[in-house]
């Protein structure tokens, strides 16, 4: 009986998390992806979402090219397929594939969220070139 009660809350506890974007974000990309700017840079494993939003979306401004684009990359990740300044990819490397850990249908819940979401209004990227550059043809990185 208890077994079952169990995996009944497990599976609820899936459900719950599949129909929040939110939460499957700090689930499966937080870890990495933080959604502030730390108080300690050199703490980052990864690019802020902040920023990371602020590239995609200048270079995908319609929503759906965007999500197309987040759920392609974090599954097969590349150079030639990155969206910002190639000194992001020298200071974290090339983001890992997610192929496995997060599911195309998870990926377009989080991507469909994180252009609704981020970055926040105001927010100006500390990159070099103040944004104005959209790391075209110069090994683009997130």
């Not at 009660?5 to 497990?10: D, E, G, T």
């Not at 689930?27 to 995609?56: E, F």
């Not at 990155?82 to 992001?88: D, F, L, R």
Request: hydrophobic share 40%.
């Amino acid at each position: 009986m208890i077994l079952k009660k169990l995996i009944y809350m497990a599976g609820m506890s899936s459900l719950l998390l599949a129909n929040d974007p939110s939460a499957l974000f700090n689930a499966k990309c937080a870890m990495c992806h933080v959604t502030s700017r730390p108080s300690d840079m050199s703490t980052l494993v990864a690019p802020p979402i902040m920023g990371v939003m602020n590239h995609v979306k200048m270079t995908y401004p319609n929503k759906a090219d965007a999500v197309k684009f987040i759920v392609d990359y974090v599954q097969a990740p590349s150079k030639s397929k990155a969206v910002c300044m190639p000194q992001k990819i020298q200071r974290f490397g090339l983001m890992p594939s997610q192929k496995g850990n997060v599911t195309p249908a998870e990926l377009e819940s989080i991507a469909s969220w994180l252009y609704d979401n981020y970055p926040p209004k105001g927010f100006r990227g500390r990159g070099m070139g103040g944004g104005m550059g959209r790391g075209m043809g110069q090994g683009r990185g997130f």
